[in-house]
């Protein structure tokens, strides 16, 4: 990497480079000599004295003069060296660099043969992406249960809460049921990021699977999961699919199972319940079909074909749009897809997404990517920097989500284990690289416009900070296109760079899309604690029934009316709504039966305005042996 000096093509001797202040000075020195008059005393104009008497008025003169000179001096080195130097990147061995492009010429010396040849190119690739993709997206039918249904990692029987409605009628069928399932790859590391309740537990930034394996040999037969549970994540953890290749499958529902024991399995810590809950499931033993997410055989295929483009073309207009297309359908169609269970869905959404990213793109490309590849031969740097730097980035659900880094939020910061090492980290390498790239561009003589604009990039982001009610998230998309500019020029940490912001650009818009760099609270909260108003419960009255035959109960009360805004209250047993009543109605109480012996039973309230309802309060529990644990403060 080094700068465009050294003996010019006549044999002249280099230029010399200087900075404005000397060049200034010799400038000065110069035209005196040549051109400056000294005037005597007595030829010189009585008006000398006369003006000396009526300076014009400067408002620098109240600035002291060290900070005058210190303000010159720092804008003389911004402005960089006079005339700049603008970078250029000589090949390690360029022999061997440059070897592709030789081929390509000696074989196909005109301009037409070299059209026929990328057409041909275009249309191996996607004859070849095409075909893995069809054999990876659309699975056989499963052998007497039918063409499975595409599951999302994230999916679950069971809505959180009160969503499956009173006695969780809303979620039925409880047992007697089947369904073919097709989990897609890389579920495992899908987690909860809001506190996620499970009986008297709290859950957050871990897989959402509870039970597993029920006897010592961990047989199939014996393993069953709550319905709230992932369902990917627990055929993962149950062994029936694979979580590189994902697989297809039968799920069975069993109804209520008691005791779903916390297992370490494949990776995957499962969360243990020691209660009953009304649904369950299980997967049928030899239905694991050979249906495979062929996301890696995939990536292979454009991989392959990348590189073959990198090595084989210099035109920045052939390779740059290429490349992203390619790598901007595998994203949406096989290495990060949307969470739709319709994969003609999938192909439809990428599309849509497809053209205005096109549009942002051709602005990277005429502004950045040109001025940093146009003349560039180094095709095998240009492969492992640039292009290897696109793939880490758009492959960001394998590389930067591994950073414990969910969301840039002060809670989420707080809550997720190693967020603030890793926060400190990202950061201080950031700010390294923003400096080496401040002082390429000040070497090219660039710095004071870039400065300017990055100026304006703060200011409008503070600003946008200041609105209220709204809260600023920088997504993928937007740090690739607000950073790019600084690496428009040529020398080889900017290839990296700008390989890696171009695919993380890549990737948050074939995975997300374009979302608002403005977002409400509640768009921020997804499905996380509200912050209302929780109910305040008496101690409950229990009655044992020892000795009569009947099972024990225990009764809550509490006072009407119900705080303003309010006018219901909901009570989850073990997570499940088992009363929902309102003002209106005039009831103060609540009574629960056991439902089985020997097991403990949790219960949580909330309040109810219609049918939404506020945060559930954390669980209260009625233990074993008929005592009662008050709830702890604060919601679940």
Same mark, same amino acid.
């Given at each position: 990497?080094?700068?465009r000096?050294?003996?010019?093509?006549?044999?002249?001797?280099?230029q $010399?480079?200087?900075?404005?202040?000397?060049?200034?000075?010799?400038?000065?020195?110069?035209?005196?000599?040549?051109?400056?008059?000294? #005037?005597?005393?007595?030829?010189?104009?009585?008006q000398?004295?006369?003006?000396?008497?009526?300076?014009?008025?400067?408002?620098?003169?109240?600035?002291?003069?060290?900070?005058?000179?210190?303000?010159?001096? %720092?804008?003389?080195?911004?402005?960089?060296?006079?005339?700049?130097?603008p970078?250029?990147?000589?090949?390690?061995?360029?022999?061997?660099?440059?070897?592709?492009?030789?081929?390509?010429?000696?074989?196909f010396?005109?301009?037409?043969?070299?059209?026929?040849?990328?057409?041909?190119?275009?249309?191996?690739?996607?004859?070849?992406?095409?075909? $893995?993709?069809?054999?990876?997206?659309?699975?056989?039918? #499963?052998?007497?249960?039918?063409?499975?249904?595409?599951?999302?990692?994230?999916?679950?029987?069971?809505?959180?809460?009160?969503?499956?409605?009173?006695?969780?009628?809303?979620?039925?069928?409880?047992? =007697?049921?089947?369904?073919?399932?097709?989990?897609?790859?890389?579920? !495992?590391?899908?987690?909860?990021?809001?506190?996620?309740?499970?009986?008297?537990?709290?859950?957050?930034? !871990?897989?959402?699977?509870?039970?597993?394996?029920?006897?010592?040999?961990? %047989?199939?037969?014996?393993?069953?999961?709550r319905?709230?549970?992932?369902?990917?994540?627990?055929?993962?953890?149950?062994?029936?699919?694979?979580? +590189?290749?994902?697989?297809?499958?039968?799920?069975?529902?069993?109804?209520?199972?008691?005791?779903?024991?916390?297992?370490?399995?494949?990776?995957?810590?499962?969360?243990?319940?020691?209660?009953?809950?009304?649904?369950?499931?299980?997967?049928?033993?030899?239905?694991?079909?050979?249906?495979?997410?062929?996301?890696?055989? /995939?990536?292979?295929?454009?991989?392959?074909?990348?590189?073959? /483009?990198?090595?084989?073309?210099?035109?920045? @207009?052939?390779?740059?749009?290429s490349?992203?297309?390619? #790598?901007?359908?595998?994203v949406?169609?096989?290495s990060?897809?949307?969470?739709?269970?319709?994969?003609?869905?999938?192909?439809?959404?990428?599309?849509?997404?497809?053209?205005?990213?096109?549009?942002?793109?051709?602005?990277?490309?005429?502004?950045?990517?040109?001025?940093?590849?146009?003349?560039l031969?180094?095709? $095998?740097?240009?492969?492992?920097?640039?292009l290897?730097?696109?793939?880490?980035?758009?492959? =960001?659900?394998y590389?930067?989500?591994?950073?414990?880094i969910?969301?840039?939020?002060?809670?989420?910061?707080?809550?997720?284990? *190693?967020?603030?090492?890793?926060?400190?980290?990202?950061?201080?390498?950031?700010?390294?690289? +923003?400096?080496?790239?401040?002082?390429?561009?000040? $070497?090219?003589?660039?710095?004071?416009?870039?400065?300017?604009?990055?100026g304006?990039?703060?200011g409008s982001?503070?600003?946008?900070?200041?609105?209220?009610?709204?809260?600023?998230?920088?997504?993928?998309?937007?740090? *690739?296109?607000?950073?790019?500019?600084?690496?428009?020029?040529?020398?080889?940490?900017?290839?990296?760079?700008?390989?890696?912001?171009?695919?993380?650009?890549? =990737?948050?818009?074939?995975?997300?899309?374009?979302?608002?760099?403005?977002?409400?609270?509640?768009?921020?909260?997804?499905?996380?604690?509200? *912050?209302?108003?929780?109910?305040?419960?008496?101690?409950?009255?229990v009655?044992?029934?020892?000795?009569?035959?009947?099972?024990?109960? #225990?009764?809550?009360?509490?006072? /009407?009316?119900?705080?303003?805004?309010y006018?219901? /209250?909901?009570?989850?047993?073990?997570?499940v709504?088992?009363?929902?009543?309102?003002?209106? +109605?005039?009831?103060?109480?609540? %009574?629960?039966?056991?439902?089985?012996?020997?097991?403990?039973?949790?219960?949580?309230?909330?309040?109810? =305005?219609?049918?939404?309802?506020?945060?559930?309060?954390?669980?209260g529990?009625?233990?074993?042996?008929?005592?009662?644990t008050?709830? @702890?403060?604060?919601?679940?």
């Open positions: 990497m080094e700068s000096d050294g003996v010019n093509e006549e044999g002249a001797p280099p $010399v480079y200087r900075d404005d202040d000397d060049a200034a000075s010799l400038h000065s020195h110069d035209s005196a000599a040549s051109d400056g008059i000294l #005037i005597n005393g007595s030829e010189a104009s009585d000398e004295s006369y003006s000396s008497q009526q300076e014009p008025y400067y408002a620098n003169k109240y600035i002291p003069p060290r900070l005058i000179r210190a303000w010159r001096a %720092t804008a003389t080195w911004v402005k960089g060296p006079q005339p700049p130097r970078w250029k990147i000589h090949p390690i061995f360029p022999k061997v660099q440059t070897a592709p492009i030789q081929f390509i010429n000696n074989y010396p005109k301009r037409k043969h070299k059209v026929s040849l990328l057409v041909f190119f275009y249309f191996c690739w996607l004859l070849s992406f095409g075909l $893995v993709l069809h054999r990876s997206a659309f699975a056989a039918d #499963i052998k007497g249960f039918g063409s499975p249904v595409r599951v999302r990692c994230n999916d679950r029987f069971w809505v959180d809460a009160n969503g499956c409605g009173l006695n969780g009628d809303l979620c039925r069928p409880f047992e =007697n049921s089947t369904m073919a399932f097709r989990c897609p790859a890389n579920c !495992k590391r899908v987690e909860v990021v809001n506190p996620h309740a499970v009986g008297d537990q709290e859950v957050n930034y !871990k897989p959402l699977v509870i039970g597993g394996p029920t006897d010592a040999d961990e %047989t199939l037969e014996n393993t069953f999961y319905a709230d549970s992932f369902i990917c994540g627990s055929a993962i953890h149950a062994g029936f699919v694979n979580d +590189a290749s994902g697989g297809c499958g039968v799920i069975s529902m069993v109804g209520e199972k008691t005791h779903f024991p916390s297992v370490n399995r494949r990776r995957i810590s499962s969360i243990g319940f020691d209660s009953y809950f009304p649904k369950s499931f299980t997967f049928v033993p030899g239905t694991a079909s050979k249906c495979r997410d062929l996301r890696w055989p /995939l990536f292979a295929v454009s991989l392959t074909f990348t590189i073959l /483009l990198s090595l084989f073309t210099t035109s920045p @207009a052939v390779f740059f749009p490349a992203f297309l390619g #790598i901007f359908m595998h949406a169609l096989a990060d897809p949307p969470n739709l269970t319709d994969y003609y869905a999938i192909i439809s959404i990428a599309l849509g997404r497809l053209l205005p990213a096109s549009f942002c793109m051709f602005a990277v490309y005429k502004y950045c990517v040109v001025p940093q590849q146009q003349g031969h180094a095709q $095998v740097e240009k492969t492992i920097l640039w290897g730097g696109v793939w880490v980035g758009a492959l =960001n659900n590389t930067f989500d591994k950073i414990p969910q969301r840039l939020t002060p809670h989420d910061i707080k809550q997720q284990p *190693g967020a603030i090492p890793a926060l400190i980290i990202v950061a201080t390498s950031l700010l390294s690289i +923003a400096i080496g790239q401040a002082w390429a561009m000040r $070497v090219e003589g660039r710095l004071p416009k870039y400065l300017a604009l990055y304006m990039i703060v982001v503070l600003a946008l900070v200041a609105i209220p009610k709204m809260n600023v998230r920088i997504h993928h998309y937007i740090l *690739g296109l607000l950073l790019v500019p600084g690496t428009a020029m040529q020398n080889r940490p900017s290839l990296l760079f700008q390989g890696i912001l171009i695919g993380l650009f890549i =990737n948050g818009i074939a995975r997300w899309g374009f979302d608002s760099i403005l977002q409400t609270p509640d768009e921020l909260r997804g499905d996380a604690q509200l *912050g209302s108003l929780l109910p305040s419960i008496v101690a409950p009255i009655y044992d029934n020892v000795g009569t035959g009947l099972m024990p109960n #225990i009764t809550f009360e509490w006072e /009407l009316p119900f705080p303003k805004h006018d219901g /209250l909901s009570i989850l047993v073990n997570d709504e088992r009363y929902r009543g309102y003002e209106d +109605a005039g009831k103060e109480s609540f %009574t629960w039966v056991k439902h089985i012996k020997d097991v403990p039973e949790y219960f949580r309230f909330a309040f109810m =305005n219609g049918n939404g309802r506020g945060d559930y309060t954390k669980a529990v009625w233990g074993v042996d008929g005592s009662w008050e709830m @702890a403060p604060g919601p679940s």
